[in-house]
T-cell receptor
């Protein structure tokens, strides 16, 4: 089916481990985004990408790495997970203009023990 | 920098009563404003958006919002709340780099 998907939907890991969250969209949208959602903070932008091989930092990038070798994929890696990275992570995409809607994936709930 | 203020993290409304969620923004460029809704255990979906056309914007599920430049506001309303409106609502403003700055959200509880 067309749309934006995230995997895994739930993940439990331990402090210090590397974790990669996957995001895939089938619309060939130019822009892709990673957000984290925490109680009392709303959604905060981690990284975004304007096109393949173009990425940029958002509001809270520390401890995260992204890549975008293909337009449709935008993985987010936690290089050494910390408890403060326990959160719900959302991927989103948009066609690209300032007025375009962002379409969100279903989210990944990550718990770091 | 662009930012959004949503007051009152939890909003309770009786079924059939007016839903009013307030959003004030600051923006150094002409604003593009959005309201998103998040149902439990789901991602966000667009309710409506303002993109410099009509100041009264109608969205899905009977919601509408009015852009008021003089008040830097984009409040969301619905005349009559339904049980299905129970969700979290986020106001957002787009900055000049095509990024969204979100408010902290309003959790709406509908009382039967």
């Amino acid at each position: 089916d067309a749309g934006i998907t995230q995997s895994p939907r739930y993940k439990i890991t331990e402090t210090g481990r590397q974790v990669t969250l996957m995001c895939h969209q089938t619309w060939s949208h130019s822009y892709m985004f990673w957000y984290r959602q925490d109680l009392g903070h709303g959604l905060r932008l981690i990284y975004y990408s304007a096109a393949a091989d173009i990425t940029d930092k958002g509001e809270v990038p520390d401890g995260y790495v992204v890549s975008r070798s293909k337009t449709e994929n935008f993985p987010l890696t936690l290089e050494s997970a910390t408890r403060s990275q326990t959160s719900v992570y959302f991927c989103a995409s948009s066609e690209g203009s300032y007025t375009d809607t962002q379409y969100f994936g279903p989210g990944t709930r990550l718990t770091v023990l | 920098a662009q930012s959004v203020t949503q007051l009152g993290s939890h909003v309770s409304v009786s079924e059939g009563a007016l839903v009013l969620l307030r959003c004030n923004y600051s923006s150094s460029v002409p604003p593009y404003l959005f309201w998103y809704v998040q149902y439990p255990n789901q991602g966000l979906q667009l309710l409506l958006k303002y993109t410099s056309a009509a100041t009264l914007v109608k969205g899905i599920n009977g919601f509408e919002a009015e852009f008021k430049k003089s008040e830097t506001s984009f409040h969301l309303t619905k005349p009559s709340a339904h049980m299905s409106d129970a969700a979290e609502y986020f106001c957002a403003v787009r900055d000049g780099n095509n990024r969204l700055a979100f408010g902290k959200g309003n959790q709406v509880v509908v009382i039967p």
